[in-house]
């Protein structure tokens, strides 16, 4: 069983930068592809960004589209998300997840293991 434990989380200003680590247990971690989803209070998970199992395809929600950087680094089986200009809207508990394939997916349903999950808070 994949393990996730995300960091990085945490409170800063409007147009500030923080990035996220997510962290996944295994030896196969470079055979799928990741994502990142985030849940504000009494609103629903929502797709964030994804990654490819080679990190060479990348796809992104419209409202962080050049705001927002998800990587990978297969040698530390880790997942980042840079997230620049950030907005109060950004505002949530940010999740980690693995799919079963290698290719991009945007549904919840599609990933199998989720983190613990990190809060990020932005204050205008």
């Known amino acids: 069983q994949v393990q996730l434990v995300e960091s990085g989380g945490g409170l800063v200003q409007a147009g500030g930068s923080l990035r996220l680590s997510c962290a996944a247990s295994?030896?196969?971690?470079?055979?799928?592809?990741m994502g990142w989803f985030r849940q504000a209070p009494g609103k629903e998970r929502e797709f964030v960004a994804a990654?490819?199992?080679?990190?060479?395809?990348?796809s992104y929600a419209d409202s962080v589209k050049g705001r927002f950087t998800i990587s990978r680094d297969n040698a530390k089986n880790t997942v980042y998300l840079q997230m620049n200009s950030l907005k109060p809207e950004d505002t949530a508990v940010y999740y980690c997840?693995?799919?079963?394939?290698?290719?991009?997916?945007?549904?919840?349903?599609?990933?199998?293991?989720w983190g613990q999950g990190t809060q990020v808070t932005v204050s205008s």
């Open positions: 990654i490819s199992w080679s990190g060479g395809s990348t």
């Open positions: 997840a693995r799919r079963r394939t290698s290719g991009l997916a945007s549904t919840t349903n599609d990933y199998i293991n």
């Open positions: 295994g030896r196969t971690f470079s055979s799928y592809a």
